[in-house]
């Protein structure tokens, strides 16, 4: 799967438990509604969702040399519905990893 931020993707390594969040429409890097006022700036909106908790992280694949769209792939074990899940998320919203 793809994550947004590179730079977050090279702080993990192949054994560690991850959140994967997913953040609709958040490519501006803004969002506004409830939760957000004038003066407050959130990267991930109201509508950020957690999508799996705990992952377990099997690899982290080195970047493909030349390309630079801004984000990284990695390799989680996780369940087949999980995977699912996922991918939905990933195909419409921007992916980020927290450390479990």
Do not use: W
Not at 40 to 51: E, M
Not at 64 to 80: H, K, N, S, T, W
């Amino acid at each position: 799967m793809r994550i947004a931020d590179a730079e977050t993707v090279r702080l993990l390594e192949p054994g560690d438990r991850v959140d994967v969040i997913a953040a609709p429409g958040a490519s501006s890097g803004e969002a506004s509604g409830p939760g957000t006022g004038p003066g407050v700036r959130s990267r991930t909106g109201p509508d950020a969702r957690i999508v799996v908790t705990g992952a377990r992280v099997v690899e982290v694949p080195r970047a493909a040399e030349g390309f630079q769209d801004g984000g990284a792939l990695i390799v989680l074990a996780v369940p087949r519905p999980v995977a699912t899940a996922l991918a939905g998320a990933g195909a419409t919203s921007r992916l980020a990893v927290t450390l479990c």
